[in-house]
């Protein structure tokens, strides 16, 4: 059975620094695609960053380049989302993906579709 574990949410002041963990079971990590999306009160989830399984390409949201990096450990089988210089914009309940698949659409990665997902992190950035 395939399951996810997400831990490291909290509460951080803007300018902060956080890392986003989760334990996968049931697979290997690197074996799927993996992502992170993301999703604000009144909003709709979006991806924030995700991970091919085929080929060392990574997407990045626009709002997050520079500041989030996907990243995972194989040994300890677990995806990461380390999350600097967070904003208050950045608040949101944060979930970990998986697919079976690593899809592209017009030559671009795309994060979904998504087979698999975690429970959700609350990450909240204070002003």
């Known amino acids: 059975e395939v399951q996810l574990v997400e831990s490291g949410g909290g509460l951080v002041q803007a300018g902060g620094s956080l890392r986003l963990s989760c334990a996968a079971s049931?697979?290997?990590?690197?074996?799927?695609?993996t992502g992170w999306f993301r999703q604000a009160p009144g909003k709709e989830r979006e991806a924030v960053a995700c991970r091919s399984s085929t080929d060392p390409n990574i997407y990045y949201a626009d709002s997050v380049k520079g500041r989030f990096t996907i990243s995972s450990d194989n040994a300890k089988n677990t995806l990461y989302l380390q999350m600097n210089s967070l904003k208050p914009e950045d608040t949101a309940v944060y979930y970990c993906?998986?697919?079976?698949?690593?899809?592209?659409?017009?030559?671009?990665?795309?994060?979904?579709?998504?087979?698999?997902w975690g429970q959700g992190a609350q990450v909240t950035v204070s002003s």
């Open positions: 993906a998986a697919s079976v698949w690593t899809t592209y659409n017009s030559g671009s990665l795309s994060c979904t579709p998504v087979d698999y």
């Open positions: 049931g697979f290997t990590v690197d074996d799927y695609a």
